[in-house]
């Protein structure tokens, strides 16, 4: 007991001295209250839970009602509650490993005060350079293709709206506007964007809900999901990618007044987001049913009217929130590489940013399939990013006795036990490994395999109805 309290201690007088001076950096701003402070300056729980909530869902609320066509609704419900719980817990790993590794490093004086710490720094404080590369690899490559999902998915809604354009052509023009991102600092920035695109979210989803009740079951409607062992592991492996989200909890925890709270607000915002994508994915798929099979866009089957143009719209603007929120640790790795990242100067670092953003609109016009790319992405990357390596990295990190004992954070009250911990941790490792790795990335990339088959490497229109097709070739 009396370790723990030394731990604690050691803890709070580590983190005073930077909670300090953030304040004092925010309290220049608050002093008069300032339109600006209020709404570019975030630090708090409630930033961090609206970072969270924002984050974890965007266009993959679109794509969920394609997944429960391909494994049926029981399985779609019951994997929703089972990953959202497993990526919570994996989060609130990366958490304690934040704190861990903050910790040790301030006790050793380093200050972070113009430094953004990253999950491959934790990973290399904690467990090593090997463990650095790794994670810097999974983590890069994951946020990439992440930001490439959101501007395929761009392309992909607003073609919904105005099909002036082909999908290709529209994902020229977002990938200029989503490079505007550069311009947003850090996370301490995004406070606005973040309460605005869970509101964005939310309308969307609960329209799903409304509209697919209220337009009834299609005729002759039929639910046969599953019937196929590669969709469903297709669909569970989107499901597991929809849980993932938390490849930027660390840059999140970082820019929190007081980082120590972050260890449950990942939980609260899935249990938050569960009303979201649980009512919508199950009202879609009760209406329109097998017919989801080849719509991965729930928007290409809702009937048009002005609701449903209020949230592509939405969705359009939160696709841009979600994008700045991928790319922004991919421009801090950047910014570190070429010798940047302490740079004051915003218009500086937004041109050294630039470089980016190019890949991304490469990759988001070569594989432009929104709904079997999540799937894929999930498989190959999710699994390892957000669930295998911190569950490893947890297990290795307190092996010792001795690292146990001094550990800042000790097992939560829910499991006070590091034995049960281990063993959690283990199953997490196994369970990922094999039916989301193993099987789901079979399953997705054999899905993926089969839509560059049919459409094309650098498709114009991809899933376009065919008389829209034609006018675009």
Same mark, same amino acid.
Request: charged letters at 10%; glycine letters at 6%; proline letters at 4%.
């Given at each position: 007991?009396?370790?723990?309290?030394? %731990?604690?201690?050691? /803890?709070? &007088?580590?983190?005073?001295?930077?909670?300090?001076?953030?304040?004092?950096?925010?309290?220049?701003?608050?002093?008069? *209250?300032?339109?600006?402070?209020?709404?570019?300056?975030?630090? &708090?729980? $409630?930033?961090?839970?609206?970072?969270?909530?924002?984050?974890?869902?965007?266009?993959?609320?679109?794509?969920?009602? $394609?997944? #429960?066509?391909?494994?049926?609704?029981?399985?779609?419900?019951?994997?929703?509650?089972?990953?959202?719980?497993?990526?919570?817990?994996?989060?609130?790993?990366?958490?304690? @490993?934040?704190?861990?590794?903050?910790?040790? =490093?301030?006790?050793?004086?380093?200050?972070?005060?113009?430094?953004?710490?990253?999950?491959?720094?934790?990973?290399? %404080?904690?467990?090593?350079?090997?463990?650095?590369?790794?994670?810097?690899?999974?983590?890069?490559? +994951?946020? @990439?293709?992440?930001?490439?999902?959101? @501007?395929?998915?761009?392309? &992909?809604?607003?073609?919904?709206?105005?099909?002036?354009?082909?999908?290709?052509?529209?994902?020229?023009?977002?990938?200029?506007?989503?490079?505007?991102?550069? !311009?947003?600092?850090?996370?301490?920035? $995004?406070?606005?964007?973040?309460?605005?695109?869970?509101?964005?979210?939310?309308?969307?989803?609960?329209?799903?809900?409304?509209?697919?009740?209220?337009?009834?079951?299609?005729?002759?409607?039929?639910?046969? %999901?599953?019937?196929?062992?590669?969709?469903? #592991?297709?669909?569970?492996?989107?499901?597991?990618?929809? +849980?993932?989200?938390?490849?930027?909890?660390?840059?999140?925890?970082?820019?929190?007044?007081?980082?120590?709270?972050?260890?449950?607000? $990942?939980?609260?915002?899935?249990?938050?987001?569960?009303?979201?994508?649980?009512?919508?994915?199950?009202?879609?798929?009760?209406? !329109?049913?097998?017919?989801?099979?080849?719509?991965?866009?729930?928007?290409?089957?809702?009937?048009?009217?002005?609701?449903?143009?209020?949230?592509?719209?939405?969705?359009?603007?939160?696709? #841009?929130?979600? !994008?700045? #929120?991928?790319?922004?640790?991919?421009? !801090?790795?950047?910014?570190?590489?070429?010798?940047?990242?302490?740079?004051?100067?915003?218009?500086?670092?937004?041109?050294?940013?630039?470089?980016?953003?190019?890949?991304?609109?490469?990759?988001?016009?070569?594989?432009?399939?929104?709904?079997?790319?999540?799937?894929?992405?999930?498989?190959?990357?999710?699994?390892?990013?957000?669930?295998?390596?911190?569950?490893?990295?947890? /297990?290795?990190?307190?092996?010792?006795?001795?690292?146990?004992?001094?550990?800042?954070? =000790?097992?939560?009250? *829910?499991?006070?036990?590091?034995?049960? /911990?281990?063993?959690?941790?283990?199953?997490?490792?196994?369970?990922?490994?094999?039916? %989301?790795?193993?099987?789901?990335?079979?399953?997705?990339?054999?899905?993926?395999?089969?839509?560059?088959?049919?459409?094309?490497?650098?498709?114009?229109?991809?899933?376009?109805?065919?008389?829209?097709?034609?006018?675009?070739?």
């Amino acid at each position: 007991m009396s370790n723990q309290k030394q %731990g604690e201690e050691a /803890m709070v &007088s580590s983190f005073n001295d930077t909670d300090h001076e953030e304040r004092e950096e925010a309290s220049k701003d608050e002093s008069d *209250f300032s339109l600006k402070s209020f709404l570019w300056h975030g630090g &708090s729980v $409630y930033d961090a839970w609206f970072s969270c909530a924002s984050n974890q869902v965007a266009q993959v609320l679109l794509t969920l009602p $394609y997944s #429960f066509s391909q494994m049926g609704m029981l399985s779609g419900i019951i994997l929703q509650v089972f990953y959202g719980f497993l990526g919570s817990w994996t989060a609130y790993l990366i958490s304690v @490993l934040y704190v861990e590794y903050r910790s040790r =490093k301030e006790k050793e004086n380093v200050n972070f005060k113009n430094h953004v710490i990253q999950w491959f720094e934790v990973l290399d %404080g904690l467990l090593g350079p090997a463990w650095k590369a790794v994670g810097l690899a999974f983590n890069c490559t +994951f946020l @990439l293709f992440g930001s490439v999902i959101q @501007l395929i998915a761009c392309a &992909s809604n607003i073609y919904y709206i105005d099909d002036k354009f082909d999908k290709r052509t529209w994902t020229y023009i977002f990938g200029a506007c989503c490079a505007t991102t550069v !311009f947003i600092p850090s996370f301490h920035n $995004y406070r606005i964007w973040s309460f605005l695109g869970l509101g964005m979210t939310t309308y969307t989803a609960w329209y799903m809900t409304i509209a697919s009740l209220v337009h009834g079951q299609v005729d002759g409607v039929t639910h046969s %999901g599953p019937a196929k062992a590669v969709l469903y #592991f297709t669909g569970a492996t989107n499901i597991l990618y929809t +849980f993932g989200g938390h490849a930027v909890t660390v840059e999140i925890m970082h820019a929190m007044w007081k980082p120590r709270r972050f260890k449950y607000i $990942y939980l609260l915002a899935t249990l938050y987001v569960f009303t979201l994508t649980l009512p919508s994915a199950a009202a879609t798929y009760w209406a !329109f049913g097998d017919q989801l099979l080849t719509h991965s866009n729930a928007f290409s089957l809702l009937p048009r009217t002005g609701w449903r143009d209020a949230a592509v719209i939405l969705m359009l603007i939160h696709q #841009f929130i979600t !994008f700045g #929120f991928a790319c922004t640790p991919l421009y !801090f790795v950047w910014e570190k590489v070429i010798g940047m990242h302490d740079t004051k100067s915003i218009l500086l670092r937004a041109l050294c940013r630039l470089p980016v953003v190019i890949p991304i609109w490469f990759f988001a016009i070569i594989f432009p399939f929104f709904g079997p790319i999540n799937s894929a992405v999930g498989a190959l990357l999710v699994t390892f990013t957000v669930y295998i390596i911190p569950a490893l990295a947890h /297990m290795l990190t307190y092996r010792s006795a001795s690292a146990r004992q001094n550990a800042v954070e =000790k097992p939560p009250v *829910f499991l006070p036990s590091w034995t049960a /911990m281990y063993v959690l941790n283990a199953f997490i490792v196994v369970w990922v490994l094999v039916v %989301g790795f193993g099987l789901g990335g079979w399953a997705s990339m054999s899905n993926f395999i089969k839509q560059v088959d049919t459409f094309g490497l650098f498709a114009k229109c991809y899933q376009c109805p065919p008389s829209a097709s034609a006018k675009h070739h």
